[in-house]
């Protein structure tokens, strides 16, 4: 199927923009790009016509528009998982003092879709709409861990297991072993993985064929989880997952 140049580079443009990111200069994104000013410049003047690109007026930088506010919510709200699952999050959160996620698989990464944010503690790696590296996040380690082990192996043919912190997982051995782990005890964790100081507890949600479509999270600091606290946190998480999974047709008495 042919690639249509134009369209792939105001694409990539949207890409460069992220929370570190959030605003930037007609040069600095011909310089990511790679083009020349005046492709890059009608490459914005088209995403600026059509709100997708917006224009800071006092220092002339570039910024992501609300028209992708407005198409992402669309998406949001047609998202039959989110609804199903929002209720129960905000509880979960409300229970816990926790922030709460939700994640799904897309390509080789996770993406988070909604998120509770807790008193208890500040996530800062978190946002709804940015991806997780699945060997490094308990959600991303929950998603996959219903896969078949040949599943498994085609899933992670050239990952690049990238260490977000000294903690990181970095083989696909060590993320197998996790995995492992996951089918057994049915839930994961992220030990101070993606960001430093802080853990989460993960499990699976699963759809009606039993395979894990999502996944939620809670995250907390390192120096409060003991183990009798994990225990608990890992039991009130499946009850929730678990609840969620039921309202989208997996049925646990056929287990």
């Given at each position: 199927?042919p690639?249509?140049?134009?369209?792939?580079?105001?694409?990539?443009?949207?890409?460069?923009?992220?929370?570190?990111?959030?605003?930037?200069?007609?040069?600095?994104i011909?310089?990511?790009?790679?083009?020349?000013?005046?492709?890059?410049?009608?490459?914005?003047?088209?995403?600026?016509?059509?709100?997708?690109?917006?224009?800071?007026?006092?220092?002339?930088?570039?910024?992501?528009?609300?028209?992708?506010?407005?198409?992402?919510?669309?998406?949001?709200?047609?998202?039959?998982?989110?609804?199903?699952?929002?209720?129960?999050?905000?509880?979960?959160?409300?229970?816990?003092?926790?922030?709460?996620?939700?994640?799904i698989?897309?390509?080789?990464?996770?993406?988070?879709?909604?998120k509770?944010?807790?008193?208890g503690?500040?996530?800062?790696?978190?946002?709804?709409?940015?991806?997780?590296?699945?060997?490094?996040?308990?959600?991303?380690?929950?998603?996959?861990?219903?896969?078949?082990?040949?599943?498994?192996?085609?899933?992670?043919?050239?990952?690049?297991?990238?260490?977000?912190?000294?903690?990181?997982?970095?083989?696909?051995e060590?993320?197998?072993a996790?995995?492992?782990?996951?089918?057994?005890?049915?839930?994961?964790?992220?030990?101070?993985?993606?960001?430093?100081?802080?853990?989460?507890?993960a499990?699976?949600?699963?759809?009606?064929?039993?395979?894990?479509?999502?996944?939620?999270?809670?995250?907390?600091?390192?120096?409060?989880?003991?183990?009798?606290?994990?225990?608990?946190?890992?039991?009130?998480l499946?009850e929730?997952?678990?609840s969620?999974?039921?309202?989208?047709?997996?049925?646990?008495?056929?287990?």
């Amino acid at each position: 199927m042919p690639i249509i140049q134009s369209v792939e580079r105001a694409l990539k443009i949207l890409d460069i923009f992220d929370e570190r990111d959030r605003e930037l200069s007609i040069t600095e994104i011909s310089r990511r790009m790679n083009l020349h000013k005046s492709t890059v410049h009608s490459l914005l003047k088209t995403l600026q016509v059509h709100r997708y690109i917006s224009q800071n007026e006092e220092n002339e930088k570039y910024r992501l528009g609300l028209k992708l506010f407005e198409r992402g919510n669309m998406v949001a709200n047609n998202f039959d998982l989110r609804k199903v699952a929002r209720k129960h999050l905000e509880r979960l959160s409300a229970t816990t003092n926790l922030t709460v996620h939700l994640v799904i698989l897309d390509g080789q990464e996770g993406v988070y879709i909604d998120k509770v944010e807790g008193s208890g503690v500040t996530v800062v790696y978190s946002r709804i709409g940015r991806r997780v590296p699945i060997h490094t996040s308990a959600v991303g380690k929950s998603i996959i861990s219903t896969k078949t082990d040949k599943e498994l192996d085609q899933f992670l043919k050239n990952y690049q297991y990238t260490k977000q912190t000294p903690k990181s997982i970095s083989s696909k051995e060590e993320l197998l072993a996790e995995v492992n782990h996951v089918r057994t005890a049915g839930y994961s964790m992220d030990n101070e993985e993606n960001e430093l100081g802080i853990v989460c507890i993960a499990v699976p949600i699963k759809d009606y064929t039993g395979k894990a479509i999502a996944g939620i999270s809670m995250s907390m600091p390192a120096t409060k989880l003991t183990e009798e606290i994990k225990e608990y946190y890992v039991s009130i998480l499946k009850e929730y997952s678990n609840s969620i999974s039921q309202e989208l047709g997996y049925d646990y008495q056929k287990i």
